[in-house]
């Protein structure tokens, strides 16, 4: 995947159904992987640049692990998904299993992951979660998979900060760029709320490296945070109702491409 400075990429969300072992899980690896590839062609057929996986139906998630049910099922949507569209993919594994995310990355042949818990530490859904930087890149290299790019989450959503209450988030952007993150990402305080515009360009600012939205964009705001961001993440605006737990909604997803295209001119 080519750098996504000043890219103005916008990368579709595909939430894989509920995966082996965890509460929602209906049995069927099959339909998994099938209604993972369906999603990805309509992103494909609608112009969508990137794509990324995310097992978000896994609740309740588990602290910075999963087993090796998860891994692999997650390595086989994640080779499908690439195999069929050859679009630049990243993964992310509920709640920051970031190592088993880059496992799967380097054996799918994914292009990145999107990391939670790099630098310092905050308190989320699940419990405390601290940082991995240090550890994380060391396993990159171990398992030679330099090629995969780490995105980052700052000030993440469904968290608390207060530990950290008295650390910027420009801060703790430059902390993840100093700890060598790929890219930063800024988000809402939870899944489909908008990220704060000031909060945005100050980290813009602090920092030399990719800077993403990761919640709430919409069709309304695209411009407002492609004029700042270097890409966005978009999941829960392309579903039906805007609701990430519903189906990917076609007409969606190709007006906002539409409209992407003629903001980048």
């Known amino acids: 995947m080519n750098t996504l400075k000043n890219s103005k990429a916008i990368i579709g969300m595909i939430h894989v159904a509920p995966l082996p072992g965890t509460p929602r899980f209906s049995g069927s690896i099959s339909d998994i992987v099938a209604k993972a590839k369906s999603e990805a062609a309509i992103y494909q057929q609608s112009g969508i640049d990137i794509l990324a996986i995310e097992n978000m139906h896994d609740v309740p998630y588990l602290n910075q692990q999963v087993g090796p049910e998860i891994v692999a099922a997650m390595t086989i949507v994640g080779y499908e998904v690439k195999q069929a569209t050859g679009l630049p993919c990243g993964i992310q594994i509920l709640a920051g299993a970031n190592r088993e995310a880059l496992a799967v990355a380097q054996t799918a042949g994914l292009d990145f992951i999107r990391a939670e818990g790099f630098v310092f530490a905050h308190v989320a859904d699940e419990g405390f979660i601290d940082g991995q930087a240090g550890k994380l890149l060391r396993y990159r290299r171990q398992i030679g998979a330099d090629a995969v790019q780490v995105v980052t989450d700052i000030k993440k959503k469904h968290s608390s900060h207060a530990i950290t209450a008295d650390v910027d988030i420009a801060e703790v952007a430059r902390a993840a760029?100093?700890?060598?993150?790929?890219?930063?990402?800024?988000?809402?305080?939870?899944?489909?709320?908008?990220?704060?515009?000031?909060?945005?360009?100050?980290?813009?600012?602090?920092?030399?490296?990719?800077?993403?939205?990761?919640?709430?964009?919409?069709?309304?705001?695209?411009?407002?945070?492609?004029?700042?961001?270097?890409?966005?993440?978009?999941?829960?605006?392309?579903?039906?109702?805007?609701?990430?737990?519903?189906?990917?909604?076609?007409?969606?997803?190709?007006?906002?491409?539409?409209?992407?295209?003629?903001?980048?001119?």
């Open 177 to 265: 760029e100093f700890f060598l993150s790929d890219g930063v990402i800024v988000t809402g305080v939870s899944t489909g709320t908008e990220a704060s515009l000031d909060e945005l360009e100050r980290v813009a600012a602090a920092v030399k490296i990719p800077v993403l939205v990761g919640s709430g964009i919409t069709l309304d705001n695209v411009e407002a945070y492609l004029a700042i961001a270097d890409a966005l993440i978009v999941g829960s605006y392309f579903k039906q109702n805007g609701h990430w737990t519903q189906d990917l909604n076609f007409e969606r997803v190709k007006a906002f491409m539409t409209k992407v295209r003629g903001i980048r001119g």
